[in-house]
């Protein structure tokens, strides 16, 4: 069949969970045997989010081909088990850079290069690129932002363009808000019908509308909303607050909504979509009654997108172990020494969170050094396996100025220290070592019997490394270098034999981590904690 698209886009606010929609409806077509993608446009200027701050922009995701992307692609890849790549997250920065790359080059032929048509073509090249790779049934393209943001404008005029190019062959779901106004005790439709109506102003006419409610809309009203909007009634359907987002799925398939887009699109919808593996994870987690309490020791725990994929892999692994998640967050600025135990004390395990730069991470030390010493079961994640051996160096190898050269240059210990490729680089974006390498497990340790496996392949996101130099005087010391990189031999794992459990990743095991197949490594280790929380309260 030819590859159909669906547009999903936004009006009325911002964070509405546009990629929670178009991840479930990714969702229910594959679940009905169709091949799909997702593919995420965001309207911001920045080449990618790779030099974003947290605060900014929370978690910043990396694909298996080493392009740092969107979070919503997290959601993209837990919700449909496919790994996704640089042409699933494009930028207007993306965008405009292509284009004046091509204009350097005299691609053009001297003509003078516009937004129309020459932004809006490469914006429609950049939808068309994962359809034409006949790998896909379904593309389904997310436009960041809302409808009547300036930023905006081009995508939707790309999207106006192929929704006439296309025909049959394209969609658009359009995304809005009802507010409930507690005072007067009513639903209202308005700022619904205003998003509509700047949408239709750019030439678009949404097939489908999503209302994001927190209150249920009554039929009466959605019949009302359909009416204004030149939508059919049975195309209006609701998104209302659900206790995880895992069950959004099951909302939108009982609404009919993957009946509803094949029959637009020309495809007569067959059976039900088998959603036996995801209805059996819901099944787990509505029955889990006893919890696994894990503290996140990071220096962005005010922030909930900030460890996105850490939250959800730690929630994937905590429900298939029959256990109610307790994340509790632990803010790495405020812990010393003194108030460590007050702090930590409670956690059945402790997460060591990832990171960038000084601030927070003597609070991590002290982290580690209790969670060490009290035999806490405890996972280091890039920077926080960093401090693990740092503290490590320091306070049981001797080494007492031991630290990274990304916080102090001049430490006489560089136990951390820059890659050799990343000495001569000067631009900070898209420069790291980023996407999946191979890793090697030796083969008796804790982290290989957590994988059934001694060659492995994770994500990284990192510039910095263990110093090979000290590699020896912390295996003589108790910590053993579990799993290296078979080409560099970069060392990628550590771990204390002897601890419960004591292991620090180089890379990122949560960016690979779904519903259907949670990481290995984050199951080994919330099982490891919950014996330790049986344990320590029998």
């Keep these: 069949m030819e590859t159909k698209y669906i547009f999903v886009t936004g009006g009325v606010v911002s964070s509405l969970g546009k990629g929670i929609i178009s991840s479930s409806l990714a969702r229910l077509l594959l679940a009905r045997g169709y091949r799909v993608t997702i593919q995420k446009f965001d309207p911001y200027i920045n080449v990618d989010p790779g030099t974003l701050n947290p605060y900014e922009h929370g978690e910043c995701y990396v694909t298996v081909d080493g392009h740092e992307a969107d979070l919503d692609l997290g959601h993209y890849e837990r919700f449909t088990n496919t790994p996704t790549t640089r042409a699933n997250n494009v930028t207007t920065g993306r965008i405009y850079q292509s284009v004046i790359d091509k204009e350097r080059r005299g691609d053009y032929l001297g003509k003078t290069v516009q937004i129309i048509p020459h932004i809006t073509d490469e914006i429609k090249r950049n939808v068309k690129l994962l359809g034409n790779t006949g ?3 379904f593309v389904i393209t997310e436009i ?9 404008t081009p995508y939707l005029e790309a999207v106006r363009q192929l929704r006439w190019e296309l025909g049959k062959n394209a969609l658009c779901v359009h995304l809005t808000y009802v507010p409930y106004l507690r005072a007067a005790k009513e639903l209202k439709t308005k700022p619904t019908q205003h998003s509509v109506k700047l949408l239709q102003q750019v030439g678009i006419q949404p097939d489908i509308l999503v209302l994001r409610t927190e209150k249920d809309v009554p039929a009466g009203m959605r019949r009302k909303v359909a009416q204004f909007c030149n939508v059919d009634p049975e195309a209006v359907i609701q998104s209302i607050d659900v206790p995880t987002i895992y069950q959004v799925p099951l909302t939108m398939h009982e609404q009919h909504l993957d009946d509803i887009v094949l029959r637009k699109m020309g495809l007569e919808p067959k059976g039900e979509p088998n959603l036996e593996a995801w209805n059996r994870f819901l099944t787990k987690l509505s029955s889990a009654t006893k919890e696994v309490t894990i503290g996140l020791v990071g220096k962005y725990v005010e922030l909930q997108d900030a460890y996105k994929s850490i939250n959800e892999s730690l929630f994937q692994a905590a429900t298939y172990l029959d256990r109610k998640l307790n994340l509790v967050y632990i803010h790495s600025e405020k812990l010393t020494d003194a108030n460590a135990e007050e702090k930590l004390k409670g956690m059945d395990g402790v997460i060591i969170a990832p990171g960038f730069g000084q601030r927070g991470i003597e609070g991590k030390f002290c982290a580690i050094k209790w969670c060490r010493e009290n035999d806490v079961p405890t996972f280091g994640i890039c920077l926080g396996m960093q401090c693990m051996v740092i503290e490590y160096a320091r306070n049981v190898l001797g080494l007492e100025d031991a630290n990274s050269t990304e916080m102090d240059t001049h430490t006489p210990h560089n136990v951390i220290d820059l890659m050799e490729e990343q000495k001569s680089i000067s631009n900070m974006g898209g420069t790291m070592r980023l996407g999946a390498f191979a890793c090697r497990l030796l083969p008796q340790s804790r982290v290989a019997k957590a994988y059934g496996a001694t060659e492995i392949s994770e994500r990284h996101r990192h510039r910095f490394e263990f110093n090979d130099e000290y590699r020896e005087r912390f295996e003589q010391g ?14 990628e794992v550590v771990e204390i034999p002897e601890k419960r459990w004591f292991i620090g990743t180089q890379y990122h095991p949560e960016y690979q981590s779904t519903v259907l197949h949670p990481n290995p490594l984050f199951l080994d280790f919330v099982k490891a904690a919950i014996a330790y929380g049986e344990e320590k309260n029998a």
Excluded at 478 to 491: F, S, W
């Design 144 to 152: 960041g932002g809302t409808v009547g943001d300036i930023e905006s």
């Design 478 to 491: 108790g910590m053993k270098c579990v799993g290296e990189n078979p080409d560099t031999h970069l060392v």
């Design 135 to 137: 790998k896909f049934d």
